[in-house]
């Protein structure tokens, strides 16, 4: 029976949308990794903290634009490039399932390099359909797409 070495996990999200003033908010993130045996909690939860924070950027703000005429990058450094600040995160919440793997390695560890990020996008978009009823299927969300 083949076996897997890989950490894997979910991401819930919560969202306010307020049609009247025309905000949308993340409220609320858990996110629950099974990642064999955690050696660092601390370490960990802040990797796939990070990890979380970067997906909220590819799905709400960050958005790379081209000069139609010339295809040269118009937001080709960070003052026009907007990614995720201290206001747009809320706590995320993060688990860890514990998970005994004598198959991946005699510690049983799997690696959490950028499995935070894988999902983040789409439970978004989910959380956004969820609440407003429509489906957003082009990054980064924004407002226009939504209302």
Do not use: W
């Not at 991401?11 to 993130?29: K, M, Q, W, Y």
């Not at 010339?70 to 201290?86: C, E, F, I, N, W």
């Amino acid at each position: 029976m083949p076996k897997c070495s890989h950490a894997f996990g979910a991401h819930f999200i919560e969202v306010r949308v307020d049609e009247a003033l025309g905000t949308a908010r993340i409220s609320r993130i858990v996110t629950t990794m099974a990642a064999g045996r955690i050696l660092n909690a601390k370490t960990a939860r802040s990797q796939i903290s990070g990890g979380v924070i970067f997906g909220l950027g590819m799905a709400l703000t960050e958005e790379t634009l081209r000069d139609p005429r010339s295809g040269r990058v118009m937001t080709a450094d960070l003052a026009d490039y907007h990614v995720p600040v201290q206001a747009d995160v809320p706590d995320i919440d993060v688990h860890f399932v514990e998970e005994k793997d004598p198959h991946v390695n005699p510690l049983g560890i799997k690696g959490i390099g950028e499995v935070g990020i894988t999902g983040v996008a789409a439970a978004v978009a989910n959380a956004f359909f969820h609440a407003t009823g429509k489906r957003v299927r082009d990054l980064p969300i924004t407002l226009d797409k939504l209302l």
